[in-house]
């Protein structure tokens, strides 16, 4: 069964049911999976090529705490954040744990990336047969840890 994930969100200032991934320019799925489980973002998290990895939160309602926590530890890097509620799309970027002023284009985001991450938010891909996936729960704290106090090289 694979391990690995990408994130998700629900929307940004969605408080209904829908789907959400966040995007995360980091190439390596190890790395952002042992991050996630740090923050306590339970999630897949999945390579997608040209990128990063996409995290698909288990509970779209956390995505919007998942980008804020993500965005803290994983810095210099924008976390995008897009969701789907009731059909429509919205996006938010979060840097060093704050939301931006502005909100992202998400149908713009969308069609600049690989249609990998439209199943992914669509629900129409599972994360698991995405390829490169690893799972953010469980124990992965130590292993997170130890890659912060690595150098910075995050692509």
């Known amino acids: 069964m694979p391990d690995d994930s990408t994130a998700a969100s629900s929307g940004p200032r969605s408080g209904g049911a829908g789907r959400a991934v966040?995007?995360?320019p980091v190439n390596d799925v190890e790395r952002l999976a042992a991050v996630c489980a740090l923050a306590g973002v339970r999630a897949s998290v999945v390579l997608v090529r040209g990128v990063?990895?996409?995290v698909v939160p288990d509970r779209?309602?956390?995505a919007e705490a998942g980008a804020a926590r993500?965005?803290?530890l994983v810095r210099g890097a924008d976390v995008l954040l897009v969701s789907r509620t009731g059909g429509r799309d919205a996006?938010?970027?979060?840097?060093g744990?704050?939301?931006g002023a502005?909100?992202?284009d998400a149908a713009l985001l969308l069609a600049s990336w690989p249609a990998t991450v439209e199943g992914?938010?669509?629900g129409e891909l599972d994360p698991a047969e995405a390829g490169g996936v690893r799972s953010a729960a469980g124990p992965r704290a130590r292993l997170a840890w130890r890659l912060l106090r690595g150098p910075r090289r995050w692509g």
């Open 22 to 24: 966040l995007v995360v």
């Open 52 to 54: 990063g990895c996409v």
């Open 60 to 62: 779209p309602a956390d």
């Open 70 to 72: 993500l965005s803290r």
């Open 91 to 95: 996006g938010a970027a979060w840097r």
């Open 97 to 99: 744990g704050v939301r």
């Open 102 to 104: 502005v909100d992202a």
């Open 120 to 122: 992914l938010l669509a």
